[in-house]
């Protein structure tokens, strides 16, 4: 079992195959480091592939204080994580939360990066949506608190965005739910509150978003409907950024769709990797309709 340790003491469990360019995966809240089992057997092949268990998530460390879970903490974890392996720049995938990390990372240490492939990422982020999602993130976090992780757990992977995999894939989606059964209450709980109730809005980034040169993949489900908003804004905002848009999709799209998602990230690797993937032309960002005089 490898670990990693962060500047602020906190040991990160990591796993790893295959060799040659390092990839990154960054989980999202319901997830773990298991969550990317079908990416790492796949990318293994062809890249050194890597996952980690985030802050509170065990085999990490459970800080039990608060004030020790934040959104630039998470992204700082993906660096520690970087200089623990001996890795100048990689590329990183991050869902959901893990999304948020992957964005920021960009944003603040774009010399780290390869590329970046931010999917399911946006819950909250719309301005006439913060005070609620603050609100039931707030309420989740009671949860898990007070009815401990099996309870909490299992009402959590059924939420709005979670019954798609259930409907397709109930056999996939047990084993989800049963692994989030299975996380710390207290590592749930300041994850809650330390990062998704309080981290700023996606739409707040706008204007460093138009700066960002990194090569830039957006992935989200037809039905993630918290993400679909902020994926075009992402998109349209992002001068290096594609759009996948996965039909009939809902939030856990790694594992509700991993055939799908693996062949787009796959492309899109591959793109980077031989320089083939494009900034937007300029010609393209225009008022204009038709183009005609």
Request: glycine share 10%.
């Amino acid at each position: 079992m490898a670990f990693v340790t962060t500047d602020d003491g906190v040991r990160l469990h990591v796993e790893e195959t295959g060799s040659g360019i390092p990839l990154i995966f960054a989980h999202e809240f319901a997830g773990d480091h298991r969550s990317y089992e079908p990416q790492l057997r796949h990318f293994g092949r062809y890249y050194r592939a890597i996952t980690f268990a985030a802050r509170g998530f065990p085999p990490s460390d459970v800080p039990a204080e608060p004030e020790r879970y934040s959104q630039s903490r998470a992204t700082a974890d993906i660096v520690a994580v970087m200089d623990g392996l001996g890795i100048d720049r990689a590329h990183v995938v991050g869902i959901s939360m893990g999304g948020f990390a992957t964005l920021e990372l960009g944003l603040t240490r774009p010399e780290r990066a390869r590329s970046l492939t931010i999917a399911g990422c946006g819950y909250g982020a719309e301005p006439d949506k913060r005070d609620q999602f603050a609100a039931e993130a707030e309420q989740a976090a009671t949860n898990f608190d007070t009815l401990g992780s099996a309870v909490a757990g299992r009402a959590y992977a059924l939420g709005p965005t979670r019954v798609q995999f259930q409907n397709k894939d109930p056999r996939g989606w047990l084993e989800f739910a049963t692994q989030l059964e299975q996380h710390s209450a207290t590592g749930s709980a300041n994850t809650l509150r330390g990062i998704q109730k309080v981290r700023r809005s996606l739409f707040e980034f706008g204007e460093a978003m138009t700066k960002l040169e990194v090569p830039t993949l957006v992935m989200t489900g037809d039905e993630d409907g918290p993400c679909l908003e902020a994926s075009l804004f992402m998109k349209r905002r992002i001068p290096t950024a594609g759009l996948v848009v996965m039909p009939n999709t809902g939030h856990t799209l790694n594992l509700e769709e991993p055939d799908a998602f693996n062949r787009h990230l796959g492309e899109f690797l591959h793109a980077v990797d031989v320089g083939r993937w494009p900034r937007r032309d300029p010609r393209a960002e225009t008022n204009a309709i038709l183009g005609t005089r």
